[in-house]
């Protein structure tokens, strides 16, 4: 049976805020982030047509790689055991394997994973870095036998296939639709479902131009987005104190939390560009919701070492 999850139609939820109101902007989140505890947002998105695949190619076991903190982690271990698969974690650090127990305890992530049968693999940063290697997957071949490779962060054609599901006829009427961008999946899935009155606006989590050149080759040349680059607060899982006051006070307003890998550095943009008045009055933008927000566990834990204002769930 193909992999599937009982969903809810996310909604699209009206944001209620003076600075909307004074440029005369409105302003919906799409609520992906309702779709599943785990697999949410594009995380179900990028794994659906992944695991119909692997389901169609006959395989047993997923293998994919993450952080400690890794929402694609958690949700490829959640996805794997709902669909009936095994699955493997090959886990950036291998300082967190000398004592699996006391990882687990603290680490709410790989818990998840591990409670939801993952099977990990920590290793060292410098051989992660050739996690894309021929001679890399090889020997995981030979150490874990025949598996489906879903690359890092879930992002392939499969996973840009699934984000174009996304946008529905009923978000004909915004004129701007904006998300996160960690890998390109996402945002390349709504260019492509995007109709042609509509401008796509990516704000990425990671400092640099390099994600231009991950998107170009799943958008068969469109040039309906662009990316805003000056909200990446330093970088990848890089966030200060004026972001995580953000996402409380965001909270406080709307009742949505937000993460302060992605879509907190996202919303922070919108309502920035807007106070800047970046968008023409009477604009109607959506802001897509992409989950994420069993990181904030971890986020927190760090938080809480440093006797900062935490994010409050």
Same mark, same amino acid.
């Given at each position: ?6 969903? !809810?139609? !996310? ?25 599943? !505890? ?26 994919? @790689? ?84 879903? !690359? ?21 009427? @915004?004129? &701007? ?53 000056? &909200? ?35 919303? @922070? ?9 970046? @968008? ?34």
């Amino acid at each position: 049976m193909l992999f599937q999850l009982e969903i !809810p139609t !996310p909604e699209n939820q009206q944001i209620q805020l003076p600075v909307l109101t004074t440029k005369g902007i409105e302003l919906f989140v799409k609520r992906e982030d309702t779709i599943h !505890p785990f697999v949410s947002g594009n995380k179900f998105r990028k794994l659906k047509y992944n695991i119909e695949e692997a389901e169609q190619q006959e395989k047993e076991v997923l293998l994919t @790689f993450g952080g400690a903190f890794s929402n694609h982690i958690a949700a490829t271990a959640a996805a794997g055991k709902i669909a009936g698969f095994k699955t493997i974690g090959i886990i950036r650090g291998d300082e967190l394997g000398k004592d699996v127990t006391k990882t687990l305890s603290q680490n709410e992530t790989l818990r998840n994973a591990y409670e939801n049968g993952m099977q990990f693999k920590f290793i060292t940063r410098e051989a992660y870095r050739n996690k894309t290697s021929e001679a890399f997957i090889n020997q995981l071949k030979k150490e874990f036998g025949d598996f489906y490779l879903v !690359p890092e962060g879930g992002t392939n054609a499969l996973a840009v296939q699934g984000c174009e599901e996304i946008l529905t006829n009923e978000d004909e009427k @915004f004129n &701007y639709i904006c998300c996160a961008v960690g890998t390109g999946g996402t945002i390349s899935g709504l260019i492509n479902s995007a109709k042609k009155h509509q401008k796509v606006i990516g704000f990425p989590a990671l400092k640099g131009d390099f994600l231009v050149d991950e998107i170009q080759p799943y958008v068969k040349g469109s040039e309906n987005w662009s990316l805003q680059t000056d &909200y990446h607060f330093g970088g990848y899982g890089k966030y200060n104190e004026e972001l995580i006051r953000f996402i409380n006070e965001f909270k406080e307003q709307t009742t949505i939390l937000l993460d302060p890998i992605y879509t907190g550095k996202m919303l @922070f943009g919108i309502l920035d560009l807007v106070a800047k008045g970046a @968008f023409p009055v009477g604009s109607k933008l959506l802001a897509i919701h992409t989950g994420g927000l069993q990181g904030i566990a971890g986020v927190n834990q760090k938080l809480k070492n440093k006797n900062k204002e935490l994010i409050k769930v």
